[in-house]
């Protein structure tokens, strides 16, 4: 079992649409996460990060459970400019220093 | 202008001939890391460095050499490259660790 897991993707959505990502990790230790976004075998970004209390950046949310050891990412009135690879990244460690694990990935298509 | 810079960006080699890619940040960064990134696997974390002489292996570190003998500067090292070191490879910076991690733009290695 791969320490990150994500939704095989890929999700094909209308302009919009309201898309949810799904991430699972299997290390209990893990203390930070993270949203990256990718295009096209371009750099990761940074897209937010992920709190316990659950956060909010516009149209992006980012939820925590840990009990259930996994992430989401929600997405609200999709955008053309959302198409991308969405990364889900965990720390392995007690710090954000700790090794960083990279999801494999979901890629989204918005269509207009 | 914050930037990561990489050289090269694209390479083509042939097995068993050393190489350097180098990775320099002008933002005064501790933290960098070295990713490769390959299809169906996602980014792997190969070594990270925490401040000037301080490093440590990531994930898939074997074949791979870094140093930092200075803050701005972290270069990956192959000293006998094989085909299977053909990827993608990302260097990313950071002031708390992924939280804060900027990326490259990427190196393409072709190892023949």
């Known amino acids: 079992r791969k320490e990150v897991e994500q939704d095989p993707g890929p999700f094909n959505v209308p302009e919009g649409a309201t898309v949810a990502f799904n991430c699972t990790y299997s290390?209990?230790?893990?203390?930070?996460f993270f949203w990256y976004r990718q295009d096209c075998r371009k750099e990761p970004k940074l897209l937010m990060s992920?709190?316990?209390s659950g956060n909010e950046d516009g149209r992006f949310t980012a939820q925590l459970n840990r009990a259930s050891q996994y992430i989401s990412l929600l997405i609200r009135d999709s955008k053309l400019s959302d198409s991308a690879t969405y990364l889900c990244?965990?720390?392995?460690?007690?710090?954000?220093?700790?090794?960083?694990?990279f999801g494999p990935g979901t890629s989204l298509s918005v269509i207009p | 202008e914050a930037q990561v810079t990489q050289n090269p960006r694209y390479l083509i080699t042939v097995t068993g001939k050393k190489l350097t890619v180098t990775c320099s940040q002008n933002?005064?960064?501790?933290?960098m890391s070295w990713y490769r990134q390959d299809p169906g696997l996602g980014l792997r974390q190969i070594y990270y460095?925490?401040?000037?002489?301080?490093?440590d292996k990531g994930d898939v570190p074997e074949g791979y050499k870094v140093s930092r003998k200075e803050k701005r500067n972290f270069p990956l090292i192959l000293e006998s490259p094989s085909p299977n070191q053909t990827s993608l490879y990302f260097c990313?910076?950071?002031?708390?660790?992924?939280?804060?991690?900027?990326f490259g733009p990427g190196t393409r290695l072709l190892v023949l």
């Open positions: 990244v965990v720390t392995r460690g007690q710090t954000s220093y700790d090794k960083v694990i």
């Open positions: 290390n209990s230790a893990s203390q930070s």
């Open positions: 992920v709190y316990s």
């Open positions: 933002m005064n960064h501790e933290y």
């Open positions: 460095s925490m401040n000037v002489e301080v490093t």
């Open positions: 990313a910076t950071g002031t708390g660790g992924v939280e804060t991690q900027y």
